[in-house]
């Protein structure tokens, strides 16, 4: 049974790219959330969705990011005009509708803008 | 919202010693309270965790103490190994109830390190 899987485990952009993260949940589970992790600090919570839904986007910066888990296919997280402020690790997590039985993090893409 | 500090943010230890991480928290919604070790170029695993309804949970030589009046559960690692080093954070949970259920809140995390 795969985890969490995100790809590209690592991207380099430059500044006024667009950047996009993928992640597959793991099998079974309907619930992906966002995370960004600053050099150094802990992680933040950037935005949780279902199948076709953002259930909760209070973490998202308002401009130029974005994310979407289509029906088919892995959730993206797109962030547009990348700064150099946007460099971090982003991680996916996902879960069944009991969260308690398997919260469980990808090992993240490390987003670098040069 | 909710809020999790987490201390130390460092912690040194010789292999053997036990090793203690506090964390508090705000909201006394919140309901689950996991615990995870991060690696370096890592994603966080789950290596313990403890629901609001149970006290006290151990895995070999892992424990998780919860006071949910006090608002603060600890990790307690005892026996320690040079492979525990790792980052450590605690994090917050509810699991039901208003638009922020199933968002985590982590603490600022502890760097933990075993000397042989």
């Known amino acids: 049974n795969a985890g969490v899987m995100q790809n590209p485990r690592h991207l380099v952009r430059r500044r006024g790219q667009e950047a996009r993260l993928r992640c597959s949940p793991m099998?079974?589970?309907?619930?992906v959330y966002w995370y960004r992790q600053l050099p150094e600090e802990g992680l933040k919570f950037m935005v949780y969705?279902?199948?076709?839904?953002?259930?909760?986007e209070s973490g998202m910066p308002k401009e130029r990011f974005s994310a979407e888990f289509p029906k088919e296919g892995p959730s993206i997280l797109r962030i547009q005009q990348v700064v150099r402020g946007d460099s971090a690790a982003y991680f996916c997590?996902?879960?069944?509708?009991?969260?308690?039985?398997?919260?469980?993090f990808g090992s993240g893409t490390r987003l670098t803008v040069v | 919202g909710e809020n999790v500090e987490q201390h130390p943010s460092t912690l040194s230890v010789q292999e053997g010693d036990s090793a203690v991480i506090k964390c508090t928290y705000s909201?006394?919604?919140?309901?689950?309270f996991p615990w995870y070790k991060q690696e370096l170029g890592k994603g966080p695993q789950l290596i313990i965790d403890i629901r609001s309804n149970v006290g006290e949970k151990k895995d070999q030589r892992i424990a998780v103490t919860l006071n949910k009046t006090a608002k603060h559960f600890s990790l307690h690692i005892t026996e320690t190994q040079p492979e525990d080093s790792a980052v450590y954070f605690c994090a917050a949970l509810k699991t039901a109830g208003g638009t922020s259920y199933g968002k985590l809140t982590f603490g600022q995390g502890t760097i933990l390190t075993v000397h042989p």
């Open positions: 099998k079974g589970h309907s619930h």
């Open positions: 969705l279902q199948k076709e839904n953002i259930i909760d």
């Open positions: 909201d006394s919604a919140s309901n689950y």
């Open positions: 997590a996902s879960s069944p509708s009991d969260r308690t039985k398997g919260y469980t």
